[in-house]
């Protein structure tokens, strides 16, 4: 797993977006399995296996917790396994198979973010893009989150997009920290926390 830090307005949304082709990069180009991917499109990639959980949840409030995960799972890839991967789904949050003939629309924020979560899980991803993935929860539920963002992990490539530095440090094997949309610093975490100017960069009080 690999952490994206930085404070509001770095970019870290912005390169969730051109991960999973909802933006196009301006400059470069993006590779994906040592395939290059800059000019495809969304639903292209997630064929090859990349899936974006984004910021705010978006859960189509509507449907049933049960039709929201059958959602993610509309990739050829996916289908077959979706009986599996729903079963997976369940395991790492319980709540959804409690709730899954519930309007998605009715269930509290934690549980929002833990459908958005398993419904991009229903792909049957190789890389699971998380942006924001504790924003706005209670700190119980941030536990829970990150319990399972820990076994996620053992299964599927994770690139956690996060403004809260302190999880993110825990979990991840190596982080990146965004400033006005260039790379300040690439390591690992510990070399994170022993860099001196690194909280100038991150709280933003740096030149």
């Not at 799972?73 to 991967?85: G, L, T």
């Not at 991840?172 to 022993?194: C, I, K, M, Q, T």
């Amino acid at each position: 797993m690999v952490a994206v830090v930085g404070a509001n307005g770095a970019g870290k949304t912005t390169l969730s977006r051109v991960v999973s082709g909802l933006k196009a990069p301006q400059t470069g180009r993006l590779a994906f399995a040592g395939r290059d991917i800059t000019g495809m499109a969304p639903h292209r990639r997630v064929e090859l296996g990349i899936a974006h959980c984004q910021e705010g949840r978006r859960v189509f409030g509507e449907l049933s917790v049960r039709e929201n995960l059958d959602m993610g799972a509309y990739a050829r890839r996916a289908r077959r396994d979706a009986a599996a991967a729903r079963a997976w789904v369940h395991e790492l949050f319980p709540i959804l198979a409690e709730r899954c003939r519930q309007e998605a629309g009715l269930l509290s924020g934690g549980q929002q973010q833990m459908l958005a979560i398993g419904r991009a899980l229903m792909s049957n991803p190789r890389l699971l893009v998380l942006d924001e993935a504790s924003l706005g929860l209670a700190p119980v539920v941030v536990d829970q989150v990150y319990a399972a963002i820990d076994r996620i992990r053992e299964r599927v490539a994770v690139l956690l997009i996060e403004q809260t530095v302190f999880k993110s440090l825990a979990a991840a094997g190596h982080v990146y920290v965004l400033d006005h949309g260039e790379v300040a610093f690439a390591g690992s975490p510990d070399e994170f926390e022993s860099s001196a100017d690194l909280a100038e960069v991150y709280f933003g009080t740096a030149g």
